[in-house]
């Protein structure tokens, strides 16, 4: 059976996948914002190491297994060569797999090249998770991201001329009050330009990060919803998924762009003036907080 390292982290579309851990932590680790692997030295797992562990699932359950997720944080950063070997034996011994997928930083993109990415694709790697956290360079620099938004677009374009399906998250209230419009409008501009097939938004919470969040003057859910509303009205993608389904968030929204934009703006509108009916909710930052 896999062997994991905790904490072990997957997207919620992942959640019935089979995960196999081929590094370990983030090999940048260094954004403030973010504690999923504070608590962890980045390494590479030992390539026969992982072909035993693919092999050691039994015979009996393998036709059951049709997706898989690798992980740790970036785990498209693993070595090309080796991945394709990965990915060959995955294919060869579960013989329903139809997709694998991966967390991919820009980083990691920035190991393969284009031809690379569509290799990987022709051999089941098909959908990539993409943390963006926002298209403001200024936030981007302030929770040392360490790249730029168009450094990013560049790598997310380059998986998408590849054939690979993007999944792209950004974070609420991840620039404080001070440049919360700021954040939604370069954001929303970001995914216009980009068009990834999935873009997901999280909303800033408790998890090891406690000195950047105590660095931020902290939007309220008033401030955040206002900020949600302007990222969706400037949001125009030709053709995207568009979630709001994280534990983190207080509001759940679900659409496409560009038909569901309007109905999605009249939801959020709707929804605060629900919550206006709480006295003090509005104004109450949320708290939210994970052990991990």
């Given at each position: 059976?896999?062997?994991?390292e905790e904490p072990l982290?997957?997207?919620?579309?992942?959640?019935?996948?089979?995960?196999?851990?081929?590094?370990?932590?983030?090999?940048?680790?260094?954004?403030?914002?973010?504690?999923?692997?504070?608590?962890?030295?980045?390494?590479?797992?030992?390539?026969?190491?992982?072909?035993?562990?693919?092999?050691?699932?039994?015979?009996?359950?393998?036709?059951?297994?049709?997706?898989?997720?690798?992980?740790?944080?970036?785990?498209?950063?693993?070595?090309?060569?080796?991945?394709?070997?990965?990915?060959?034996?995955?294919?060869?011994?579960?013989?329903?797999?139809?997709?694998?997928?991966?967390?991919?930083?820009?980083?990691?993109?920035?190991?393969?090249?284009?031809?690379?990415?569509?290799?990987?694709?022709?051999?089941?790697?098909?959908?990539?998770?993409?943390?963006?956290?926002?298209?403001?360079?200024?936030?981007?620099?302030?929770?040392?991201?360490?790249?730029?938004?168009?450094?990013?677009?560049?790598?997310?374009?380059?998986?998408?001329?590849?054939?690979?399906?993007?999944?792209?998250?950004?974070?609420?209230?991840?620039?404080?009050?001070?440049?919360?419009?700021?954040?939604?409008?370069?954001?929303?501009?970001?995914?216009?330009?980009?068009?990834?097939?999935?873009?997901?938004?999280?909303?800033?919470?408790?998890?090891?990060?406690?000195?950047?969040?105590?660095?931020?003057?902290?939007?309220?859910?008033?401030?955040?919803?206002?900020?949600?509303?302007?990222?969706l009205s400037f949001l125009?993608?030709?053709?995207t998924i568009l979630r709001?389904?994280?534990?983190?968030?207080?509001?759940?929204?679900?659409?496409?762009?560009?038909?569901?934009?309007?109905?999605?703006?009249?939801?959020?509108?709707?929804?605060?003036?629900?919550?206006?009916?709480?006295?003090?909710?509005?104004?109450?930052?949320?708290?939210?907080?994970?052990?991990?």
């Amino acid at each position: 059976m896999p062997r994991y390292e905790e904490p072990l982290f997957r997207p919620p579309s992942e959640a019935r996948s089979l995960i196999f851990q081929i590094t370990v932590g983030c090999s940048q680790n260094s954004c403030t914002f973010c504690g999923m692997y504070k608590g962890k030295s980045f390494r590479i797992r030992p390539l026969e190491e992982l072909i035993a562990e693919i092999q050691g699932i039994a015979a009996p359950f393998r036709p059951a297994v049709d997706r898989i997720f690798i992980a740790d944080g970036d785990a498209l950063v693993y070595p090309f060569d080796g991945l394709i070997t990965l990915l060959d034996t995955m294919a060869e011994t579960f013989p329903n797999l139809a997709r694998v997928g991966s967390y991919a930083s820009p980083n990691s993109l920035l190991t393969k090249s284009c031809d690379q990415l569509a290799s990987l694709r022709a051999k089941k790697l098909r959908i990539l998770y993409f943390g963006l956290e926002s298209g403001d360079d200024e936030t981007l620099a302030t929770v040392r991201k360490g790249f730029t938004a168009d450094g990013m677009a560049e790598q997310a374009i380059k998986a998408r001329e590849a054939g690979m399906k993007l999944s792209v998250t950004a974070i609420l209230g991840l620039a404080g009050r001070e440049r919360s419009l700021e954040h939604a409008r370069h954001t929303a501009e970001w995914v216009n330009r980009v068009n990834p097939e999935y873009f997901s938004l999280l909303t800033l919470f408790h998890r090891h990060n406690q000195e950047f969040v105590r660095s931020l003057v902290q939007c309220t859910r008033r401030e955040l919803m206002l900020e949600a509303r302007e990222l969706l009205s400037f949001l125009n993608p030709s053709r995207t998924i568009l979630r709001s389904n994280h534990v983190s968030n207080f509001l759940n929204l679900a659409g496409s762009y560009p038909k569901d934009r309007e109905r999605l703006i009249a939801e959020l509108d709707a929804a605060m003036v629900q919550a206006a009916r709480y006295p003090g909710f509005l104004d109450g930052v949320p708290e939210y907080q994970e052990e991990y």
